[in-house]
């Protein structure tokens, strides 16, 4: 209802606007002739004056004599022309009547087939709104009907590139990136976007064609941060876990203590040591297949303080030696086994004292006590 009142109000008021001036009274236009006339009259005797005082000569006098009398005879026509049009209303009225005539037939007309609850609109008439109004369909819509006409546009096709990563459209992401290295060269951000896209197709995958992206990426700029992960990635599915632990480390060290690529970095480095210690036999910390065994045999107080003996000599090693993260590892599961959360908190207080605060090693042993339930502070920024 509120729609029909407002348009209403709006279209009262452009009837109105066009109407005015059309059943206005004219005796408006026959004031200013009366006023021109005026005008001209005064003009006509301080001429005259000047002539009988000799300021001009008579020549000059007599041509501004005929231009005044022009000018006069011109106000006194257009005063008779529109003397002569006032009886003509009734046209006027006739035409007022045709325009107030439009929206109520125009109205009537969309009663019946129209509707301001019409559903939505075809995609070519979405693709016309205001950007900030649009889908995230609907931008990337309009900029592939913008590359289908603009195939050379190679900036359009570098913004569509993280676009198609966004929506997991990793082969056109791929395609993207490769037109855009193609019209615009090779830049360190738009080679890092192509080997991700490679990558994500491949799922996961860093492929030799991806490796070659991110080396030239580096090359062109040393601190591209995704294509240094993604190099250590590589390392690690080619089976140089250490390699790649190491190179993981190294990226970590050198982020803002704030960045993102810290904590990437740090997960990355736990799940391949835990690959490392499953390969070596030992996937879980803990004891040796052999103690197990003997445990076995034991009483339950036996085998508690086999347990406390273990760990209290893993931690008596972990003081004389605090640079064994796996052994950190080991003693904050145990203690986390045994419900002692506290010396498993403090265990990971000391390990953070003893790497350094800002090191990826401390950046590695909160990870791994929060992914055991250890609440701990993460580790402070370098000054």
């Known amino acids: 209802m509120l729609f029909w009142f407002i348009a209403a109000l709006l279209t009262l008021a452009a009837c109105l606007a066009v109407l005015h001036p059309m059943v206005r009274h004219p005796r408006g236009l026959g004031k200013a002739a009366e006023h021109d006339l005026e005008v001209y009259r005064d003009q006509l005797t301080e001429l005259e004056r000047d002539a009988a005082r000799g300021t001009i000569s008579q020549s000059e006098a007599e041509e501004a004599r005929n231009e005044i009398a022009r000018r006069i005879l011109k106000a006194d026509s257009e005063r008779g022309e529109t003397t002569a049009s006032s009886p003509r209303i009734a046209p ?130 040393p601190a591209n941060a995704k294509s240094r992960f993604f190099l250590a990635v590589a390392q690690a599915q080619e089976g140089d876990l250490a390699g790649a632990i190491a190179a993981w480390r190294a990226f970590a060290d050198s982020q803002p203590a704030d960045s993102p690529w810290r904590q990437v970095a740090f997960n990355a480095i736990a799940q391949a040591e835990l690959e490392m210690a499953a390969a070596d036999g030992a996937a879980e910390p803990g004891p040796t297949r052999d103690q197990v065994a003997a445990a076995q045999d034991m009483s339950a107080e036996e085998r508690n303080a086999m347990i406390e003996g273990m760990v209290a000599q893993l931690d008596e090693k972990l003081r004389a030696n605090p640079d064994d993260m796996a052994g950190w590892q080991r003693l904050v599961k145990a203690y986390t086994v045994l419900g002692r959360k506290a010396d498993a908190s403090a265990a990971v207080g000391r390990a953070v004292s003893a790497f350094g605060a800002d090191s990826a090693k401390a950046g590695e042993i909160v990870v791994f006590a929060n992914s055991l339930g250890v609440e701990t502070p993460a580790p402070a920024a370098g000054n």
Request: charged share 20%; proline share 5%; net charge negative.
């Open 92 to 221: 006027r009225w006739a035409m007022a009547a045709a325009i107030l005539a439009i929206p109520v037939i125009s109205w009537t007309v969309y009663s019946v087939t129209g509707s301001p609850d019409m559903p939505s609109q075809p995609l070519a008439a979405r693709l016309e709104k205001n950007p900030t109004e649009s889908t995230i369909e609907e931008l990337i819509a309009r900029a592939e009907n913008h590359l289908r006409a603009n195939p050379e546009d190679g900036q359009g096709w570098e913004v569509l590139g993280p676009i198609y990563m966004r929506v997991n459209r990793f082969e056109d992401a791929a395609n993207a990136y490769r037109n855009a290295i193609n019209l615009m060269g090779k830049s360190s951000a738009r080679l890092s976007g192509f080997g991700e896209a490679i990558t994500a197709v491949g799922e996961g995958v860093v492929s030799a064609e991806a490796q070659d992206a991110f080396k030239e990426a580096v090359g062109l700029d």
